[in-house]
């Protein structure tokens, strides 16, 4: 079987035991029942086929969103995407009679849907959804009619209403039924605050100022330059700038979106030729596409964004327009786009990726640390424990493509020139690598203590488990730039006897190798850190001043 699954093409396997693959057929389901909803009201109420655009819209994305939610965050979901989609609605009007005033709205709308992230995660899934109906109005082909009345927007509130509710359906049974795993809140504290975070913004109304800058610089450069299709603009800076997690990430990304998005306009543009406005075989494949897309987005976010711009080809030529004399157009209005948000998030207030990495890195130690310190038999404090450091590895893990492609393109320019050994040299992707390679030796720490509490508090077990903790403080130390001892490696410490066996119960010794693997782990830690500044105290004996 293993074989078998080596010969697959890698977009395969990528996603083992094709966990992905079932939330895909989950959201593609909520998408199919959300269409058809809204294909019945749209028919029934003669109204705008723009509805039926929007409900597939918000299914698709809201699906992503509230793909962690429990059952109070989905009623949360359930009250803000009406009376977003709503919002939105009268935005949208505005922007056929006073575009400016609808432009300054929309900016305002984007930054705010970010900085309420701030007031923690209960609330950052509501700040997701608020967006939606925006990056809806994004996708809809303009028409040149008149403007909607009010009583369209109660209508759109209802079509969100539906979309979000089967979304929910969709996602709970599939979460009952297994087909899915449920979702898991980590119990996460506050970070403590960066040296100097009281003299400049948090982070969330940092990204949140790029975020404006970036829709608003969109705004100005698409209207000015192309004034019928200035959304293309708007939307591909409002994708490269969301969830920037550092200038490196918002780069990488913003490249992956602009070269994937090209792609999939010149691949559609040839496809959509084949078909002629309204045929049911382009909704088909428009379909078929969408949930190419949601499965391959943790491949790459250029498999994303070529798929969701392919889309947008094959919606245009569904509305009758000609793809072939919009080509260069949507090309070069993709490329400005990127390059509308890549410069604000370089330019307004950024984050250094360097400074993102230090402190989720020290997020998760301070984790780690904590669990190393709960007793054996206190139960609960161990699966929290457990829990709030697999959050952190994942938050890290969100940092980890434009770390490897930096890793990669160093080791390679290495090879290239014959300077070095690439292999040899530590590299920021190695802190994420190592964190993330403590969830397993930490896993079997917690089950071990579960089993039996009395391996905790072997002697043994319990001096190894001190020597650890006391190395993740001194990695933390080195992150902080704060005096105090060095990481010093545990394994170079244990006298080594030849020929000699390891003695103890198979349960002791695998608790004692756990414990060496993560201090492993944060050797690889200290490699890329540094030690931390000496105490004045030793500085100044080591320099012999009495």
């Known amino acids: 079987m293993s074989s078998f699954f080596s010969r697959l093409p890698r977009a395969v396997r990528f996603d083992p035991g094709l966990r992905l693959l079932c939330g895909t057929a989950v959201t593609t389901a909520a998408m199919l029942a959300a269409y058809g909803s809204a294909l019945l009201i749209e028919h029934l109420a003669h109204l705008r086929v723009d509805v039926v655009v929007q409900a597939v819209v918000l299914a698709a994305t809201a699906a992503r969103i509230q793909l962690t939610a429990d059952r109070y965050d989905r009623l949360i ?3 803000v995407l009406p009376a977003a989609a709503a919002g939105a609605a009268e935005i949208g009007r505005l922007m056929t009679l006073h575009p400016n005033v609808a432009d300054a709205l929309f900016t305002l709308g984007t930054a705010l849907a970010v900085w309420v992230r701030r007031f923690g995660p209960r609330v950052a ?9 925006l990056v809806a109005l994004l996708v809809m082909p303009p028409d040149g009619g008149p403007a909607a009345d009010h009583g369209h927007t109660l209508w759109v509130a209802l079509i969100a209403v539906v979309s979000g509710a089967w979304v929910a359906l969709f996602q709970a049974a599939a979460v009952r039924t297994g087909l899915v795993p449920a979702p898991v809140r980590a119990p996460v504290p506050e970070s403590a605050p960066e040296p100097g975070a ?52 918002v780069l990488f990304k913003g490249l992956q979106r602009a070269v994937g998005a090209a792609a999939g306009t010149v691949v559609a543009t040839a496809v959509a030729g084949a078909f002629g406005p309204h045929e049911d075989a382009a909704v088909v494949l428009i379909f078929a596409v969408l949930a190419l897309a949601t499965w ?51 330019l307004i207030l950024p984050l250094r990726t360097r400074d993102v990495l230090r402190r989720r890195t020290a997020d998760a130690l301070a984790a780690l640390n904590d669990l190393l310190g709960v007793t054996g038999t206190d139960r609960p404090a161990l699966l929290r424990g457990r829990a709030r450091f697999a959050y952190g590895a994942a938050q890290l893990e969100l940092l ?50 579960v089993a039996d509490p009395a ?15 006391a190395n993740s403080a001194a990695v933390r130390r080195a992150i902080g730039h704060r005096p105090g001892p060095a990481y010093q490696a545990i394994r170079a410490r244990i006298p080594r006897q030849p020929g000699a066996a390891p003695t103890g119960s198979p349960e002791q010794l695998r608790m004692l190798a756990a414990l060496l ?28 001043v009495s």
């Open 77 to 79: 979901g359930l009250a």
């Open 125 to 133: 899934p509501a700040g997701g959804l608020l967006v939606l109906p």
């Open 198 to 249: 009281r003299r400049r913004p948090d982070v969330h109304t940092r990204m949140a100022l790029q975020m404006a800058g970036a829709v608003g610089g969109a705004f100005v450069a698409g209207r000015a330059v192309w004034p019928d299709h200035w959304a293309w603009v708007v939307l591909t800076a409002f994708i490269v700038c969301s969830g920037a997690r550092g200038r490196g990430d």
């Open 296 to 346: 391959l987005r943790e491949l790459s976010y250029a498999y994303w964004a070529g798929c969701v711009t392919a889309v947008l080809s094959l919606l245009y030529g569904w509305f009758g327009q000609s793809s072939d004399d919009l080509l260069r157009t949507r090309l070069a209005a993709i490329g400005l786009g990127a390059a509308v948000g890549i410069a604000a998030s370089w």
């Open 400 to 449: 980890a493509r434009p770390l490897r492609a930096e890793r990669r393109a160093a080791r390679s320019a290495r090879r290239l020139t014959g300077r070095g050994s690439p292999a040899g040299r530590p590299y920021r992707a190695d802190v994420v690598d190592a964190v993330v390679a403590c969830e397993a030796p930490l896993g079997v720490l917690v089950d071990g203590a």
């Open 455 to 469: 391996l905790w508090s072997d002697p043994r077990v319990a001096r190894l488990n001190r020597a650890v903790a």
């Open 517 to 544: 693997a993560v201090d492993d782990a944060l050797g690889a830690m200290a490699a890329v850190f540094g030690d931390p500044p000496q105490a004045e105290a030793e500085a100044v004996k080591e320099a012999g």
